[in-house]
């Protein structure tokens, strides 16, 4: 089964400061993905991309950059977070089917 | 979101019962898959569909482009079957998109 690491598992951060959340995936997926899970609201969908250098606008981009600098790794990129951005966070790979990582529990406090 | 609508959502099931799960799609789904998030917040792959029926020891799971549903049925009920279950519908341009899910408890 395809493999996808994220990291960090768990973070804490403050009001207005820099996250950044990291996805590696060994499998040699070209589309890769990152997802938001709050209560109330199931999985929605942030930035993807479909390949290196690529990244497209999901269904709730404002306030998230992504960077796609290889095959392997898709990075969510949270420039100035806010509490409103507390959340977990899922990363996915595939090519067809997708796979998911086990997820960055994120509090912004 | 409102593209896919899963019901019920929420279901307590006594072990050893049957029961269906069901998504209908607004948007022109062209393959639907299945997971399962267990209680530690894992999503576990269950199905992977293009049109038509994959069956998996208990769990069996239709995916109807047509008339733009899938459904999941889940055969003698255990408890480790508990957990949510999210239909996902791949379209468009590889975008796939979430069902709110179905929480589904199974009691002994």
């Known amino acids: 089964e395809a493999a996808v690491t994220q990291s960090p598992r768990n973070k804490v951060a403050v009001t207005g400061g820099k996250v950044t959340l990291s996805c590696n995936q060994t499998?040699?997926?070209?589309?890769m993905y990152w997802y938001r899970q709050d209560t109330g609201h199931g999985l929605r969908l942030i930035h993807y991309?479909?390949?290196?250098?690529?990244?497209e606008k999901g269904d709730i981009p404002d306030g998230y950059k992504a960077s796609r600098p290889s095959q392997e790794n898709f990075s969510l990129i949270l420039e100035l977070a806010t509490p409103s951005q507390t959340s977990v966070y899922f990363c996915?790979?595939?090519?067809?089917?997708?796979?998911f990582g086990k997820g960055t529990r994120l509090t912004v406090v | 979101g409102d593209q896919v609508k899963q019901s019920p959502s929420a279901l307590s099931l006594q072990e050893g019962t049957n029961s269906a799960l069901r998504c209908n799609f607004s948007i022109a789904t062209t393959t639907v898959q299945w997971f399962l998030q267990n209680p530690r917040g894992s999503l576990m792959n269950l199905f992977y569909l293009v049109p038509g029926t994959k069956e998996n020891g208990r769990l069996k799971s239709t995916f109807n482009s047509k008339e733009s549903y899938s459904t999941l049925h889940i055969r003698d009920a255990q408890l480790e079957d508990s957990g949510t279950y999210f239909c996902?519908?791949?379209?468009?341009?590889?975008?796939?998109?979430f069902g709110a899910g179905t929480k589904l408890t199974i009691k002994p």
């Open positions: 996915a790979s595939g090519g067809g089917e997708v796979f």
């Open positions: 996902a519908a791949h379209y468009g341009n590889e975008k796939i998109t």
């Open positions: 991309s479909y390949g290196a250098g690529s990244t």
């Open positions: 499998n040699n997926h070209n589309n």
